[in-house]
């Protein structure tokens, strides 16, 4: 079975690498051209041939609930906090979700060949994460504005990908941008390391869930208390979701 995983997930990464180029490239080439929707949704349409190859090729499902707790509306704000196990998620949110998305992530992310430089041209908010004061305020002032028009950020408030079954530190950058701006959270949790695991080269077949929270309402509230009320249903229902890794 390690064999056939392995020879999976080769002809996966081919299938990225194949179809990332050209992709990439037609979105440099039109980006002078289109709306940054459009461009957006140029991008989705990548994302969903990675991910309809991983269910066909990986054998990975995903299974999505709670739907009912997404805002309603083409200009309704949301500020997204997930769980962050694998690349997985990352691919598969902007497949998922019917809004445009604004994932906020490292500067670094823009060097890489082909797939960064099509990310350089959407409209997300890189940051420096030397410069905490210029990164934050810059994540507020676009936020505000992409927010405004309907766009939902984000962001993976532990930071970095966690393997199976563990807990990182939850930061309040979210929940600060939510305050800000008061835009309500979304608290979703993911159990991707299930078939993805974190740095792990062989995927295996199975189901990744992802649990939709409640929206929590984020005026009048402190990020830190925000926060914590975040993070206590993310790591309760990934013990729900992924039982065997937290016995």
């Known amino acids: ?23 990439a490239l037609v979105v440099i080439a039109a980006s002078p051209f289109v709306s940054s929707t459009t461009l957006y949704w140029m991008c989705a349409n ?17 299974r999505v609930t709670g739907w009912e707790n997404l805002p309603v ?17 990352t691919f598969a949110m902007p497949t998922l979700m019917p809004h445009p998305l604004a994932y906020v992530f490292k500067k670094e992310l823009l060097y890489v060949p082909f797939f960064g430089w099509a990310m350089g041209r959407l409209d997300m908010i890189h940051i420096d994460r030397s410069k905490r004061t210029q990164a934050f305020n810059k994540v507020v002032e676009q936020g505000q504005r992409l927010l405004d028009q309907g766009t939902w ?12 079954g563990e807990k990182g530190t939850y930061k309040t950058g979210g929940t600060r941008l939510a305050v800000a701006t008061g835009a309500p959270v979304i608290p979703i949790a993911v159990s991707s390391a299930k078939c993805w695991p974190r740095k792990a080269f062989i995927k295996r077949p199975g189901v990744v869930d992802f649990s939709i929270g409640k929206p929590i309402p984020s005026q009048g509230r402190e990020a830190d208390e925000l926060m914590r009320e975040v993070e206590a249903w ?3 229902e990934m013990r729900r979701l992924d039982p065997e890794a937290y016995r």
């Open 1 to 23: 079975m390690i064999a056939v995983n392995f020879l999976r997930s080769v002809l996966h990464l081919l299938v990225m690498v194949i179809t990332v180029i050209p992709w």
């Open 46 to 62: 990548w994302l969903r041939v990675a991910v309809h190859s991983g269910t066909w090729i990986l054998g990975i499902r995903n």
């Open 73 to 89: 509306g083409s200009t309704a704000p949301a500020v997204l906090l997930l769980k962050h196990q694998s690349t997985w998620e």
């Open 153 to 164: 950020v984000i962001m993976f408030p532990e930071g970095t990908r966690i393997p199976r």
């Open 234 to 236: 993310i790591e309760g």
